[in-house]
């Protein structure tokens, strides 16, 4: 039988089975907390220090209290990294408002829960992005509210519509326009179009969650001599892009080869899209940006 997995709940590592919060916690009753999904590739954590700083940033724009520091909050991640015996794993950090009353009033809440769940990824082989079919759907971000974007809060129920009205289309993923008309992102990745050599992307004023994975890939991009431009993007420029692509930390890279059943350039992913994907998976299993998990990845770095 194959050892249970352990989650880390409030300072302590429980077994997954016992990972239990109550029923009167605000982040189950009214969405009240904040996450991180982060990934681990060949014992290295990508990123770490951009998501923890990320969390932080979401808790103190809800004046939501983290009990402990980024330090320790670090190093209780590596640990149930260790514990599970992980090195390439999916890791989401939560952070509820804690348990309080039937009421909405968060300072009867006296301390947030912390826990942190670690699971196995298995490694793909792929040398070429999934190709993604997509529909523009009818649910939209808000351009304005901060809470549902900019905040990586644990009020999804936006995005769950989306994928909802996706399933029922018979698509892979839902493309969401903003308030304004303008396209978005997807429910859970950042969208990027690809035209006459030049990357778009839309920008805060779209709805999106600025997302680490679209920060990194940008920069990427910019690297290999891609002129990449934030702007306002249109339904028509997204149909009629030369190349479509998502961005996000479990999805990584994929390519969105049709919208609405109409095909995006000639239906398979472009050269931009085949080349930053190659790249980005290079660089985030080679441990260049990522915290090592254990002191035999320390030595090698």
Do not use: W
């Amino acid at each position: 039988m194959e050892k249970e997995l352990l989650v880390y709940l409030n300072g302590r590592l429980v077994p997954k089975s016992d990972a239990k919060i109550s029923v009167y916690d605000h982040g189950l009753l009214y969405g009240d907390g904040i996450f991180e999904g982060i990934r681990a590739y060949n014992g290295y954590v990508f990123l770490l220090k951009e998501h923890i700083d990320r969390l932080y940033e979401s808790a103190d724009f809800i004046e939501l209290k983290i009990p402990q520091p980024k330090s320790e909050l670090t190093t209780a991640l590596l640990n149930t990294l260790r514990q599970n015996g992980l090195k390439d794993a999916y890791i989401r950090l939560v952070v509820t408002r804690g348990v309080g009353d039937l009421g909405v009033n968060p300072t009867l809440c006296k301390e947030a829960a912390v826990f942190i769940i670690t699971e196995p990824v298995v490694v793909s082989a792929r040398t070429e992005p999934k190709e993604f079919s997509a529909a523009i759907t009818s649910v939209r971000r808000d351009s304005v509210d901060a809470t549902t974007h900019e905040c990586k809060s644990l009020n999804y129920l936006n995005s769950i519509l989306a994928v909802i009205e996706a399933n029922r289309l018979g698509v892979d993923v839902a493309v969401m326009l903003d308030s304004r008309g303008f396209v978005s992102e997807g429910p859970t990745m950042n969208l990027f179009v690809v035209k006459k050599g030049v990357m778009y992307t839309p920008g805060t004023s779209s709805g999106i969650l600025h997302g680490i994975t679209r920060e990194r890939v940008i920069r990427l991009a910019r690297s290999l001599g891609v002129t990449v431009v934030e702007k306002d993007i249109t339904a028509f420029e997204l149909v009629v892009a030369d190349e479509t692509f998502l961005t996000g930390t479990l999805s990584e890279l994929v390519s969105l080869t049709s919208v609405n059943k109409r095909s995006i350039g000639d239906g398979t992913a472009g050269p931009i899209t085949r080349r930053l994907y190659k790249e980005f998976n290079k660089l985030a299993r080679s441990g260049e940006e990522g915290t090592a998990i254990y002191e035999t990845e320390k030595v090698r770095a």
